[in-house]
Nanobody, 114 residues
Framework: VQLQASGGGMVQAGGSLRLTCTAS????????MGWYRQAPGKQREMVALISFAGIQQYADSVKDRFLISRDNAKIMVTLQMNRLKPEDTAVYFCIAQHLGDDLWGRGTQVTVSS
């Protein structure tokens, strides 16, 4: 299974960005999908996850600003990020849980300027 992420970039505080991640390959058995992020000098942290059934989890820091959704037919997960803050600046990583293993996509940079 490969995860291909797109989106990200640079935006001013208060703006919006959308991240998309699509899985390909042997996709049978993918359960949760979502996003983690890692800021410079900090540990990687969960941002948002969504189960196959659509149950969502969010970090407290992004609740009410970010929205995660998925398209099971396309094996795609999307993270809509609104009202972005400078502290959202990080490398964002797509994750998919596949047959008990965590699979990671390449990171995509999100930079929010003040």
């Amino acid at each position: 299974v490969q995860l291909q992420a797109s989106g990200g970039g640079m935006v001013q505080a208060g703006g919006s960005l959308r991240l998309t991640c699509t899985a390909s390959g042997s996709i049978f058995g993918i359960n949760d999908m979502g996003w983690y992020r890692q800021a410079p000098g900090k540990q990687r942290e969960m941002v948002a996850l969504i189960s196959f059934a659509g149950i969502q989890q969010y970090a407290d820091s992004v609740k009410d600003r970010f929205l995660i959704s998925r398209d099971n037919a396309k094996i795609m997960v999307t993270l809509q990020m609104n009202r972005l803050k400078p502290e959202d600046t990080a490398v964002y990583f797509c994750i998919a849980q596949h047959l008990g293993d965590d699979l990671w996509g390449r990171g995509t940079q999100v930079t929010v300027s003040s």
